[in-house]
Every structure is written in C-alpha cells, then in structure tokens.
C-alpha cells in the first residue's frame, strides 16, 4: 500500500467530476456542433449548376444561357428552366444576369428595342438597363437586375442562385 | 402571373400594370379523339406557361377555359362571352385565347378579344430540350401579336 491513501471523501470527488464532467461533454458537444454546422456547410461547394456554355466562348456581346435543375415542389419533381445573359466586362470579367425584370418579373431582352440599342429592354412596360444591369431611371424598374455568382470547372461555366444588388 | 394564391396577390398590389388576360382554351374530347385532345391540352399548357414567364408582369394567366370538343355550338360560345365579359369588366384591357381547336376560327368574329390558333404539334417523341427548343421558338413568334397590341394601345 503506497504511503497517500487516497480518503474515500476525495475519491468520491474525484469519480463525481470525472463522471460529471464526462456527462456535460456529452450534452455539449452535440450542440457545439449544431451551432457551428452552418459555418462549416457555407464552405461546402454550393448549389452551383452546371451549363453549356464553355467560358471561352464568351465576348462581349451579352449571349442568353439556358440552365435548368430539378425543384421539389411539395410531392412533385420538376425541371425548372432559367436563363441568364452573360458577357464579359471590359475588364475581362465574367458578368450573368438575371433576365427577370425588377419591376413585376417579365424576361428582359439584350438590345431589342431599336430606339435604346446596346441596353437591356422589357417588353412589358418598357423598363430599360444598362449593359451593366442598372437599371435606367425613369423607367419603372426601381432596382438593378440580379446577378448569378458563376464559377467556371473544366472549361465551363457554373451559375449558381441569383443575388439581388444594392439600389443603384 | 399565374392564377395562384401569390401570384393573384401581386396582380391586386399591381393591377393599373397587369391589363392582359390570356385565356387558354381546351377542347376535351372523350372516347375516339381522347390522345389528340391531351397532346393538344400539352402543347397549349406548355406554351401559355413559357409565354407567362416572358410576360409575367403584365399578362395575367387564367385557368384553361375546359368544353366538350363535340359540343362546340352557342352553348360554349356564351359561356366564353360571359368569361370575356367578366375579364374586361375587372378591368382588364386586352384578351388573348390561345387554343389549337380550329372550331375557333370561325368564331373569331364573335368576340372582342385576339384569338391565337395554333396547330398542335405532338411533344411526346420529344425530349425536354427540344420542346423547350420548339416551344421557344413557337412563343417568340406570339410575343410580337402581344408587343404590337400593346404599343397600339400605349
């Protein structure tokens, strides 16, 4: 028998915190990781959705992509088809915007009416932007178009979900 | 915008804006004829829907006007104009029909809206990029009857 005995008072103590402190890891642990879950999913690589368009063929001319995936709408599966105008700035970077309209959600067109060229047009009230997506005031858009966050894998480029941008 | 719950709140908060109705119209045959009368009811769907979301901030898109296809006499005719009746007294400036029953285009006369016929093209030996390819090029062709009508009355 070694010299310090361990008293049974103390070695009641130390089971009690070591079982104790065992059982709060327990609790813990499961909700440290609920809470810091988010911050490790935004890392992940995001709804990205692959399209045909290959980045290399990009000009400057805005060029309407098509991309759909698949939405689940209570029980039913569908396709969802959305497009996006895309081009390259002059700076050489890549711009995808939205072709819904701000004002009430019509598709708007690259360079379709022949008295405002080189300008994003809707057809329904006559909204008018900028190459860039702002919109041109004293037309009824009061917010700019959105813009896809894009990536580009193997060759191609990826949209994912369109931001809205702050009021020009 | 679509005839649901959101939709129909967004034409309320914006109605001087939305003035255009499109109303599709699908003849319903039961027995012989009941595969052309759902690939026509196909066709039309798909169509009124690309040509909502081109247009979506003015035309308001109602549920398909639904008759017997072998029943086209005065009995439809009324009940559309009733339709019709009702749609511009809620305010609304122009209609559209859209169907691919031909039975329509002698009636044409008859009523104050713009009726769009279109022959069905069959979508089922399709796959869905080209329906979306068909029906794409289908619609740009009716966006022009809507831009025009419109700039004639702005």
Redesign the interface.
Known sequence: MSKDRVSRRQFLSYTLTGVGGFMAAGMLMPMVRFAVDPVLKAEAAGDFVATKQKVADLTNEPVRVDFSYKQKDAWYESDVTESAWVYKDDAGKIMALSPVCKHLGCTVNWNSDKEHPEQFFCPCHYGRYTKDGTNIPGTPPLAPLDVYPYKEKDGYLYLGKAKPRKEA | ?KWLPQDVE?YSA?KE??DTAVVPLYSITIGKGVKQSAAASEFITLLTNYLE??????ILLFPPFTYLGNEQDEKVLTDLKKWEESILDAGFKHVFYVTSDFEWRSREGELNGTLIWLPAIPLEQMN?TQK?TMIDSQVQQL?TI??QK?QKSD
Do not use: E, H, I, N
């Open positions: 915008m967004t914006a804006y939305v979301r081109q247009f979506t901030g003015r869905d979306l966006l809507f831009t419109w």
